[in-house]
């Protein structure tokens, strides 16, 4: 079966700038995750859904960062305006449920200058 | 609250030596514990996890890992590295009362492999 997809791999923006990212998960997971990865660091969640409902943004930065998943598919994660410490790999993963394993995307890096 | 502290950001052993990756969690609740690996430019890989049945628990590419509840750890063990070992590996928790399976990582291992 395919894997999570995301896109793009790679993104350079300049700080005050918007940038989004994509995911598909793979067919029929019900629960999707967005994690941010800074350079050295684990994976950090930002926001979880279960179908096209949030259940967990609590470490989203609501005033620049916003998500959303239309139809319980695919979902676009939005950062407005850049930061710099903005920069990460931003990483999607996917499950059947909340507790069944997470698969996870490549990721996209992010570099704000 | 939970959290995870992985022992050494770096490891490093020769090929054939036994692979040791050290986790230590905190957890007010029996915890789930999992390890990830990631290959460079690419997402995480389940290893292996435990969910409150046996506590060796065996994973993927010969890994295993012992859940000791005195000493909250959950060890990453290898009885011989491949080269193809090499990658970064995660430890990390959920809470086994949430609703939500949040996973929170540790920092992370590097594990380098010498020929």
């Known amino acids: 079966e395919a894997g999570v997809a995301q896109s793009p791999r790679y993104k350079i923006i300049e700080k005050r700038q918007s940038v989004a990212f994509w995911c598909n998960p793979i067919?029929?997971?019900?629960?999707l995750y967005w994690y941010q990865q800074i350079l050295g660091q684990g994976p950090k969640l930002l926001i979880q859904f279960q179908n096209n409902g949030v259940v967990d943004d609590s470490q989203l930065p609501k005033d620049r960062f916003s998500a959303e998943r239309l139809k319980g598919v695919d979902s676009t994660l939005k950062i407005q305006p850049a930061k710099l410490e903005d920069s990460a790999v931003y990483l999607c993963?996917?499950?059947?449920?909340?507790?069944?394993?997470?698969?996870f995307g490549p990721g996209t890096r992010l570099t704000v200058t | 609250a939970q959290s995870v502290t992985q022992l050494g950001s770096h490891v490093s052993v020769s090929e054939g030596a036994l692979v040791l990756l050290r986790c230590n969690y905190s957890s007010s609740v029996p915890p789930y514990l999992f390890w990830y690996v990631q290959y460079p430019n690419q997402g995480l890989q389940l290893l292996l996890k435990?969910?409150?049945?046996?506590?060796l628990v065996k994973g993927i590419n010969g890994f295993e890992a012992e859940f000791k509840k005195s000493e909250t750890s959950f060890h990453l063990t290898k009885p011989s590295a491949h080269m193809s070992d090499a990658a970064e590996y995660f430890c990390?928790?959920?809470?086994?009362?949430?609703?939500?399976?949040?996973?929170?990582f540790g920092q992370g291992t590097t594990l380098q492999v010498k020929p």
């Open positions: 990390a928790v959920s809470d086994g009362s949430s609703n939500t399976g949040k996973l929170i």
């Open positions: 435990y969910t409150s049945a046996a506590t």
């Open positions: 067919s029929g997971h019900a629960t």
């Open positions: 993963a996917s499950s059947p449920g909340p507790w069944a394993e997470q698969y």
